[in-house]
């Protein structure tokens, strides 16, 4: 391994706060040199944004950068240790067993941002697995990551996507990929948890100072800061689970490990969208009874943080009776958060303007409709904008079974709108501004993948392209905005760790 250097000047200023931590809480690692690296994309308007020198860097230069065959001068590179959470199941090591932080870097808005290798080989924390990741999951988490952030909903990003020109070995032989992942950190519940368990309080309290500096410093002049971070950690999920409701967007594996204390998505394994509206569904094929359901996304956020609580009660100052009391009420507000999330996203959705005690049970209905007639969930808010711009009511009509059922609705929807005092192109205009023409729907993903196994990436430009402005109907990709035929539905949706 060797310093990568263009001219006399660094590429990427690192500055490595989580590597300046005791080791403890990470191994130092290097990542593992692959074959034949070859570039498939590289994000130059991210790598603007971070402030990154890479405009001189042609695609062989960039490919042996994002594949971590050159190492880039500043960078200190580890695997961070984590536990968590599994289907309920816990597992005190976890650690990033084919992850590589590069290190991490201060944006252009002073942001501090991490730098991550995904797939770059084994770590101490591999637990017998190759450390490489497989084409198929990098295609996926690089256009589901950039529609979600184009969406508006925090995430983590893709800088890079590279083949490396070796095999993986999974249930078949696929390509090898190495995805580079921005986010605002990695520290995850299941980082916490991975101290917590050894009873290592100096530990948490580092770890706790740490996320305090990097993403709530607001609270680090409060004299017992713990129950503050908690509260703060748990008002940026319950925001961030309503806007995935609100899209359609289903996580697949919500374990602790899965979830950022920042408010970020991350890890798009086996995620996926609603083709039709069931709030039961379920994509993973790993998730046998539905734990991770869309339906149950809150109610398992709201689980998720129970467990980050226990690991802070250690760290604060009351009594451990006062300090569960304190943990359960601030559990029962992220309840409270949650529904007026939801239910502002909902109400945008629907074109309500103010806050009337009608709305909760208008949601409702229209969703209950939805259900019952199979309605595609994306393009049944879109064509009811339309309506509300001075549509006709049939293509909307058309998307559900109980026609008298939708009629009531819509008499009462009408009478709800009646009060609104913007012109219908101003009401379709903001209902279409929260409402997606296009999402990275499941059987484009698949046809993504396909592709790409088979050498060809312009499925994957396409769709990146069709997903960049998803609130806008193109012409050109009209395709995108389909919902798939019988022929083309997803059931299963896969890991592919």
């Known amino acids: 391994m060797h310093e990568f250097r263009e001219g006399d000047a660094s590429l990427i200023a690192f500055d490595n706060s989580y590597a300046r931590l005791p080791e403890r809480f990470f191994r130092p690692v290097q990542p593992r040199p692959v074959a034949a690296p070859r570039l498939i994309r590289f994000n130059a308007p991210l790598a603007d944004e971070l402030g990154l020198d890479l405009d001189a860097l042609d695609d062989d230069a960039l490919a042996r950068l994002f594949s971590g065959n050159a190492l880039p001068e500043?960078?200190?590179?580890?695997?961070?240790?984590?536990?968590?959470?599994?289907?309920?199941?816990?597992?005190?090591?976890?650690?990033?067993?084919?992850?590589?932080?590069?290190?991490e870097v201060l944006d252009r808005d002073g942001r501090r941002r991490d730098i991550q290798l995904k797939g770059a080989g084994e770590t101490p924390f591999s637990r017998q697995g190759d450390g490489r990741a497989a084409l198929g999951p990098v295609l996926r988490e690089y256009v589901v990551s950039e529609a979600m952030h184009a969406l508006g909903v925090p995430t983590t990003r893709a800088l890079a996507a590279v083949l490396t020109g070796e095999p993986v070995y999974r249930e078949t032989v696929l390509?090898?990929?190495?995805l580079t992942r921005v986010a605002a950190s990695h520290v995850r519940i299941g980082t916490f948890q991975y101290?917590?368990?050894?009873?290592?309080?100096?530990?948490?309290?580092?770890?706790?100072?740490?996320?305090?500096?990097?993403?709530?410093?607001?609270?680090?002049?409060?004299?017992?800061?713990?129950?503050?971070?908690?509260?703060a950690v748990a008002a940026r999920q319950a925001a961030l689970v309503a806007r995935w409701m609100s899209i359609g967007f289903i996580h697949g594996v919500m374990n602790t490990d899965n979830m950022t204390v920042s408010g970020e998505t991350i890890d798009f394994g086996p995620c996926a969208f609603l083709d039709e509206y069931d709030p039961r569904k379920v994509f993973s094929s790993i998730d046998q009874r539905g734990r991770y359901a869309y339906?149950?996304?809150p109610g398992i956020a709201q689980w998720n943080l129970a467990r980050f609580a226990e690991t802070l009660l250690p760290l604060m100052g009351g009594r451990e009776d006062e300090n569960v009391e304190a943990a359960n009420e601030a559990l029962a507000e992220f309840g409270r958060i949650f529904q007026v999330r939801w239910l502002e996203a909902f109400r945008a959705k629907l074109g309500l303007d103010g806050d009337e005690p009608e709305d909760l049970p208008l949601v409702n209905d229209f969703l209950a409709l939805m259900h019952r007639g199979e309605a595609d969930f994306t393009l049944t808010f879109r064509a009811l904008a339309k309506l509300a711009g001075g549509g006709p009511d049939a293509p909307l009509l058309a998307n559900f079974s109980d026609a008298e059922g939708a009629a009531d609705w819509l008499s009462r929807w009408r009478e709800r709108m009646s009060a609104d005092p913007r012109l219908p192109v101003e009401r379709q205009a903001a209902m279409e501004a929260v409402n997606p023409a296009v999402i990275p729907r499941n059987h484009r993903i698949e046809e993504v993948i396909a592709a790409g196994m088979a050498g060809d990436f312009a499925p994957f430009e396409?769709?990146?392209?069709?997903?960049?402005?998803?609130?806008?109907?193109?012409?050109?990709?009209?395709?995108?905005?389909?919902?798939?035929?019988?022929e083309e539905r997803v059931a299963r949706t896969f890991c592919g760790t």
């Open 74 to 103: 500043g960078a200190l590179p580890v695997a961070m240790a984590y536990a968590g959470h599994q289907f309920g199941n816990f597992v005190p090591q976890l650690g990033d067993g084919r992850a590589v932080l590069l290190g």
């Open 175 to 178: 390509p090898g990929a190495i």
């Open 195 to 231: 101290f917590a368990v050894r009873g290592d309080i100096d530990g948490l309290r580092a770890l706790a100072s740490h996320v305090i500096a990097r993403h709530y410093p607001e609270l680090a002049e409060f004299q017992d800061p713990y129950p503050a971070l908690f509260r």
């Open 295 to 297: 339906s149950n996304q």
């Open 462 to 486: 396409r769709m990146l392209e069709a997903t960049a402005r998803p609130y806008e109907e193109r012409p050109e990709f009209s395709a995108f905005m389909e919902p798939p035929k019988p």
